[in-house]
């Protein structure tokens, strides 16, 4: 079973390239999230989308854009890198159900130079 | 509005012994509430949630947490602790008031196992 996939596993960028984290699952879920996780701040929500062509912020949207096109995938886009977006980002999808668990991919670290 | 609070960033604990990782929660309703867990260079993984029923949950790997109504907390426990349960938990919540799907997550709290 894939569950979620997020591609790359690994990045560099240097500040002001643009890039795109992909994010696929195979669930057949409605609900689909960006997250970063940074040291001793545990995971922000960024954007998250609750059906295809339903998109919508979430606590640090700045910076990254998001849509989606087909249920399955979701991509994040960086507009132009910064040393602040350095993180590691994880995609969450679930069933759109309040009692539902959240399924996350294997993560991407990004490091921006 | 919703949130949880882990307030510990760090348990240490022996192999063989019991294991509580703490979590309370603020919701305006009643709350949805689940453990996750991370292992080093991973993903979270779905522990366990609580919904509504027994007090009592019981999940993966042998953990189980207890919802309490009035201390608003759902710690996660186990009775024995295996060096290989060390790793990141993290606590989330939703309210079902409100009709938001999005939980709140905790900080995380780091659970290490010595042998």
């Known amino acids: 079973n894939a569950g979620v996939t997020q591609t790359p596993k690994f990045q560099v960028l240097k500040t002001g390239q643009s890039m795109t984290l992909q994010c696929a699952q195979d669930?057949?879920?409605?609900?689909m999230s960006w997250y970063r996780q940074d040291p001793g701040m545990g995971l922000r929500l960024i954007h998250y989308?609750?059906?295809?062509?339903?998109?919508d912020q979430g606590e640090v949207p700045n910076g990254y854009n998001v849509s989606r096109s087909t249920t399955e995938d979701f991509p994040l886009r960086l507009l132009s890198a910064a040393p602040s977006q350095t993180s590691v980002y994880f995609c969450?999808?679930?069933?759109?159900?309040?009692?539902?668990?959240?399924?996350f991919g294997e993560g991407s670290r990004l490091t921006v130079l | 509005a919703q949130s949880v609070a882990q307030p510990e960033d760090q348990v240490n604990v022996a192999e063989g012994n019991p294991l509580t990782v703490k979590c309370t929660y603020s919701?305006?309703?009643?709350?949805?509430l689940f453990w996750y867990v991370q292992y080093p260079n991973r993903g979270l993984q779905f522990l366990l949630k609580?919904?509504?029923?027994?007090?009592l949950v019981k999940g993966s790997y042998g953990f189980e947490a207890e919802f309490n109504k009035s201390q608003t907390s759902f710690h996660l426990k186990k009775p024995s602790a295996l060096v290989s349960d060390s790793a990141l938990y993290f606590c989330?919540?939703?309210?079902?008031?409100?009709?938001?799907?999005?939980?709140?997550f905790g900080r995380g709290t780091s659970l290490i196992v010595h042998p």
């Open positions: 969450a999808s679930g069933r759109g159900e309040e009692t539902g668990e959240l399924f």
């Open positions: 669930m057949n879920h409605e609900y």
């Open positions: 989308s609750v059906g295809a062509g339903i998109t």
């Open positions: 919701v305006s309703g009643n709350p949805y």
């Open positions: 609580y919904i509504t029923g027994d007090n």
């Open positions: 989330a919540v939703r309210d079902r008031t409100g009709g938001s799907y999005i939980p709140t």
